[in-house]
């Protein structure tokens, strides 16, 4: 795909014809193909040249390499592996610009060259940012995937009217209703509604992120946005850059058909201003919903959340209390209405002399003694950023390989503005792809570390539960609920209580604990022996 002249195979015949013409002996070649010369890293032979030159491999006096720019194109590399390589006694040529660092001229050269061929790289992608930019001003779409409701034809986006048609209904019920981003989603999926499966998107339910993007996107009312994301160098780093979000873009006419109107938008854009911060608290700011998402609603199965009820009077009495949020639609077409509120002290108390129950256990602390050591499970996530960061650099180095093959058009080449066009057109297009991946990356690593955050380690868990007696009672509210949603999965109970005043059905461990003579991840709550035997231990 590169020029005639500048291809692998031809740098390479014509460096050995150099090797040969001065009575050199090639002991050794590195390349690395489509690999962008922008920094060091990603470039694994050139690594290993470097390391064979410290190593003394082949007692080498030169490194032949065809132009500069292949050696590399940022000046503080180039002059740094040169002096490095010069200290072991080793001196590069560039053939075609007949340059030798073991000649004066020739590191003056180095040094110049160097620096033209890092200003030259900065050159093209300013080049090519503009044109991204020129695109969006004209209104056209400016490369990747068209955005679910689009259909992407001859490079201009084309209503898909019955995907248009989920969008408005999304628009429709976080605008009209009082739902918020997590209800919308639950509606569309509890509703039956399910995505098209296309292009990279894998999974027919609907989800908050995918609910967000559509609320956030204003290419929805017409318009086409540019600069969103920008990319930004890391302070203290050389050559490493990272992709931020931008709240100062810009917003150009589209030249495609709208599927809500600047209306609709504006007001879901008000609504997402209110709805998308944490609100004060307006009670005690000690106070914590201990078991808050833990608890299961027994009609829906959704997670209960924490709320609080206040009576006007002297004492101003706060009653905290655990209740279903969302009216959700069940699988049957049956709406979510259950309206009973736990009161929170009750729950609490009640899960806690379970887990007192359990670690009364003489047994317990030798069982579990052999546990420590085990960690909670983050695999997913981990594997999930690891997956995506492996994408990452396969598109990284299609991108430089591109940056490349623009950088080595001729000129003077008759098809020199077709060739550039249409690499610059496939430019756009990674582009576009890395902002995604470095998205889903950011939103990846943000609820790792929001797990890594709000969880104990395993083995100071299972140390709490060992001296459970003697931490828990002092733990603040805060620390009562990090311990419980690091350790508990969820809790099951019944619509109401029993005759014999019972309302825990069982409770999921996220790692298996020991009870009754072994190790269980859910403990079920419903078999009257098993409740003796919890009370017995209490009594103990």
Request: proline residues 2%; charged residues 30%; glycine residues 8%.
């Given at each position: 795909?590169?020029?005639?002249?500048?291809?692998?195979?031809?740098?390479?015949?014509?460096?050995?014809?150099?090797?040969?013409?001065?009575?050199?002996?090639?002991?050794?070649?590195?390349?690395?193909?489509?690999?962008?010369?922008k920094?060091?890293?990603?470039?694994?032979?050139?690594?290993?040249?470097?390391?064979?030159?410290?190593?003394?491999?082949?007692?080498?006096?030169?490194?032949?390499?065809f132009?500069?720019?292949?050696?590399?194109?940022?000046?503080?590399?180039?002059?740094?592996?040169?002096?490095?390589?010069?200290?072991?006694?080793?001196?590069?040529?560039?053939?075609?610009?007949?340059?030798?660092?073991?000649?004066?001229?020739?590191?003056?050269?180095?040094?110049?060259?160097?620096?033209?061929?890092?200003?030259?790289?900065?050159?093209?992608?300013?080049?090519?940012?503009?044109?991204?930019?020129?695109?969006?001003?004209?209104?056209?779409?400016?490369?990747?995937?068209?955005?679910?409701?689009?259909?992407?034809?001859?490079?201009?986006?084309?209503?898909?009217?019955?995907?248009?048609?989920?969008?408005?209904?999304?628009?429709?019920?976080?605008?009209?209703?009082?739902?918020g981003?997590?209800?919308?989603?639950?509606?569309?999926?509890?509703?039956?509604?399910?995505?098209?499966?296309?292009?990279?998107?894998?999974?027919e339910?609907?989800?908050?992120?995918?609910?967000?993007?559509?609320?956030?996107?204003?290419?929805?009312?017409?318009?086409?946005?540019?600069g969103?994301?920008?990319?930004?160098?890391?302070?203290?780093?050389?050559?490493?850059?990272?992709?931020?979000?931008?709240?100062?873009?810009?917003?150009?006419?589209?030249?495609?058909?709208?599927?809500?109107?600047?209306?609709?938008?504006?007001a879901?854009?008000?609504?997402?201003?209110?709805?998308?911060?944490a609100?004060?608290?307006?009670?005690?700011?000690?106070?914590?919903?201990?078991?808050?998402?833990?608890?299961?609603?027994?009609?829906?199965?959704?997670g209960?959340?924490g709320?609080?009820?206040?009576?006007?009077?002297?004492?101003?009495?706060?009653?905290?209390?655990?209740?279903?949020?969302?009216?959700?639609?069940?699988?049957?077409g049956?709406?979510?209405?259950?309206?009973?509120?736990?009161?929170?002290?009750?729950?609490?108390?009640?899960?806690?002399?379970?887990?007192?129950?359990?670690?009364?256990?003489?047994?317990?602390?030798?069982?579990?003694?052999?546990?420590?050591?085990?960690?909670?499970?983050?695999?997913?996530?981990?594997?999930?950023?690891?997956?995506?960061?492996?994408?990452?650099?396969?598109?990284?180095?299609?991108?430089?390989?591109?940056?490349?093959?623009?950088?080595?058009?001729?000129?003077?080449?008759?098809?020199?503005?077709?060739?550039?066009?249409?690499?610059?057109?496939?430019?756009?297009?990674?582009?576009?792809?890395?902002?995604?991946?470095?998205?889903?990356?950011?939103?990846?690593?943000?609820?790792?570390?929001?797990?890594?955050?709000?969880?104990?380690?395993?083995?100071?868990?299972?140390?709490?539960?060992?001296?459970?007696?003697?931490?828990y009672?002092?733990?603040?509210?805060?620390?009562?609920?990090?311990?419980?949603?690091?350790?508990?999965?969820?809790?099951?109970?019944?619509?109401?209580?029993?005759?014999?005043?019972?309302?825990?059905?069982?409770?999921?461990?996220?790692?298996?604990?020991?009870?009754?003579?072994?190790?269980?991840?859910?403990?079920?709550?419903?078999?009257?022996?098993?409740?003796?035997?919890?009370?017995?231990?209490?009594?103990?």
């Amino acid at each position: 795909m590169q020029v005639d002249g500048y291809s692998l195979d031809a740098q390479r015949e014509r460096l050995t014809k150099y090797a040969y013409g001065n009575d050199f002996r090639i002991v050794g070649e590195y390349c690395d193909a489509g690999k962008s010369g922008k920094n060091l890293e990603g470039r694994p032979d050139f690594k290993q040249m470097l390391d064979d030159i410290q190593e003394g491999k082949d007692n080498v006096a030169f490194v032949l390499v065809f132009k500069l720019s292949r050696f590399g194109r940022n000046a503080a590399d180039v002059l740094s592996s040169l002096q490095f390589m010069q200290s072991y006694g080793v001196n590069l040529i560039c053939v075609d610009d007949g340059i030798d660092s073991s000649k004066d001229s020739g590191k003056l050269m180095i040094s110049v060259l160097s620096a033209v061929a890092e200003i030259e790289r900065d050159n093209i992608l300013v080049q090519t940012m503009e044109g991204r930019r020129q695109k969006a001003r004209e209104g056209r779409w400016n490369g990747g995937f068209a955005p679910y409701g689009y259909d992407l034809v001859n490079g201009k986006l084309i209503l898909v009217e019955d995907e248009a048609e989920i969008i408005r209904l999304i628009y429709d019920k976080f605008i009209t209703t009082n739902m918020g981003i997590g209800g919308v989603a639950d509606w569309m999926n509890n509703q039956g509604y399910r995505k098209k499966l296309r292009q990279n998107n894998k999974l027919e339910n609907f989800s908050v992120h995918f609910v967000k993007g559509v609320l956030d996107n204003p290419v929805y009312c017409g318009k086409i946005a540019f600069g969103r994301r920008k990319t930004e160098k890391i302070k203290g780093k050389v050559n490493e850059t990272h992709v931020v979000k931008n709240d100062d873009y810009h917003l150009y006419e589209g030249i495609h058909d709208a599927i809500i109107t600047e209306e609709t938008w504006n007001a879901a854009q008000a609504k997402r201003k209110l709805t998308g911060h944490a609100n004060p608290k307006l009670y005690n700011p000690e106070h914590e919903h201990i078991l808050t998402g833990l608890l299961k609603c027994p009609v829906c199965g959704a997670g209960m959340s924490g709320n609080f009820s206040r009576k006007h009077g002297k004492d101003k009495y706060e009653r905290f209390y655990y209740h279903c949020k969302h009216a959700r639609f069940l699988p049957d077409g049956r709406k979510c209405d259950y309206k009973k509120n736990w009161n929170q002290d009750d729950v609490n108390q009640a899960v806690e002399q379970i887990v007192r129950a359990m670690v009364s256990n003489p047994d317990f602390e030798a069982a579990m003694g052999e546990k420590i050591g085990d960690n909670l499970d983050i695999t997913n996530l981990e594997s999930e950023i690891k997956n995506l960061r492996t994408q990452l650099r396969k598109k990284e180095t299609n991108k430089a390989t591109l940056i490349q093959q623009i950088d080595d058009l001729d000129p003077d080449d008759k098809n020199y503005s077709r060739k550039a066009s249409d690499l610059n057109d496939r430019l756009e297009k990674f582009y576009y792809d890395i902002d995604e991946i470095d998205r889903q990356i950011e939103n990846a690593e943000k609820r790792l570390a929001s797990v890594q955050q709000n969880k104990i380690n395993s083995d100071t868990i299972y140390k709490y539960l060992l001296y459970f007696d003697r931490y828990y009672d002092s733990f603040t509210d805060a620390e009562k609920k990090e311990f419980m949603q690091s350790f508990i999965e969820s809790i099951e109970i019944f619509e109401q209580k029993q005759e014999d005043g019972r309302f825990l059905k069982s409770i999921e461990f996220k790692f298996p604990v020991y009870f009754n003579g072994g190790y269980v991840k859910q403990l079920g709550l419903t078999d009257k022996s098993t409740l003796e035997s919890v009370v017995k231990l209490i009594r103990k």
